[in-house]
């Protein structure tokens, strides 16, 4: 919830909880809650409370206060956590491409998700989280509509304008595939995203292009009857008798 911004949510549920509200989890949740809220002297209470609890360093320290004071917050060096997320989404911070270097699986789909961040950051983040599957094809799809022109988001537009079953179809997703990269990290997040075409990508009898890229597509999406009708189109392709071995 507060990786995706439903920060309200969150504060209601922290509000309910009655058993571990002394957890420093808890306690810096409701240190948030009160400061959205603007009731500074039950957040200032609060971060008193931390600081006696010491489970604040020096650094957190000096960013919970500046958050209190209504100050923009910069993202903390290290690995940040789910605070520092809100408290910098909060009060208006940037987000750059230096965080998502040192975010983990659950940040990583919160850039992703997050609206007014960067389009290409946020498909950068798009496909690490497609990778790590913290987020799915059809949520990932949905993402994409409010990217604009980013690489990805053309690449599927793309594929959804031409016909199905057609050879501009499977030249179309041979390319978009391939644009992710040679290597099976980079080319394995568009194969998931285009899952959902591979389906309608058909061959041509003794003749197969980018019949390789939409095998491997399909043994990533476990899609086991497109991988056979391409490989038994490739295996077919007198125009490229090397195909089998590739």
Known sequence: ELMDGQVDTACARGEALRDGRAAPFWIKLRFICYVRAGEASAAELTLNLLRRQEVLTSLE????????????????????????????????????????????AALTAAIARADGVDPKLRETALTDALRERTITADEALTILDGLGTTPLATDYLTLTAVPPQSLELSEAMGAALRRGGNTYEAFEPRARLFASRLQAARPITNYAPNATEIILAAMITDQREVSERWLAALLADQTRPAGAQR
């Open 61 to 104: 320290d000096i960013r919970y206060t500046a958050f209190a004071d209504g100050k923009t917050i910069a993202i903390s060096q290290g690995q940040p956590t789910v605070f520092d997320w809100v408290m910098l989404r909060e009060s208006g911070g940037a987000v750059d491409a230096s965080i998502l270097s040192r975010a983990d």
